[in-house]
């Protein structure tokens, strides 16, 4: 089955590479702005990842109240940013703030992955080894608040397959699917 063309505006002669076709079959992603363009050097942000957790999880219920002043009732994301607060996916970065329009890092991306594997997917294999960041020459730039996640998520090969970790580095949305990928494949979960 060909896939249909979804990475940019120039018509692709090839299929898609596997995690932007996979993130595009299982509608974790269908476009920007209502387009069919996915943009995958365009930096993701904390509010489209969260989105993209939620349609991971089925697009569950929504209940509970946002805490965040800084996401409007009305906006597009406030109901996953919501979703995610009261699942324990986020804390926001601040108890009333969630900067949802600001790019994500990976270091954030890692700690609402494991979150969401240990919270939403229910699995308790979260364990890693203290020497885990060992090999990166980046591992002394990963913030205190993420050393866990990160070592976590690069045991488990979802981060620094490159041999980096870019621990404070924005992650492009071609970044985050390949990471949402690899947690499915790692961790054997069923995108309803």
């Not at 939620?54 to 219920?61: F, L, Q």
């Not at 994301?77 to 996916?89: D, K």
Request: glycine share 8%; charged share 15%.
């Amino acid at each position: 089955m060909r896939m249909p063309v979804f990475l940019c505006r120039k018509p692709l002669t090839t299929r898609l590479p596997a995690p932007i076709g996979w993130a595009y079959a299982n509608r974790i992603t269908m476009g920007i702005g209502g387009t069919n363009e996915f943009r995958p050097n365009n930096n993701v942000t904390r509010a489209e990842f969260v989105t993209f957790l939620h349609r991971m999880a089925g697009t569950p219920a929504i209940t509970g109240t946002n805490p965040f002043r800084d996401v409007p009732s009305n906006a597009w994301f406030a109901g996953t940013v919501t979703w995610a607060s009261t699942s324990g996916v986020t804390a926001g970065t601040s108890p009333t703030t969630f900067h949802p329009n600001r790019a994500i890092t990976r270091e954030e991306m890692t700690v609402m992955l494991f979150r969401f594997i240990r919270d939403i997917v229910g699995s308790d294999d979260l364990t890693s080894p203290a020497d885990a960041l060992a090999g990166f020459p980046d591992r002394g730039q990963v913030s205190g608040w993420a050393q866990e996640t990160m070592r976590w998520a690069a045991y488990r090969e979802i981060i620094g397959v490159g041999g980096r970790l870019n621990p404070r580095g924005n992650a492009t949305r071609a970044e985050a699917v390949t990471m949402l990928y690899r947690v499915v494949a790692t961790f054997n979960v069923s995108v309803p």
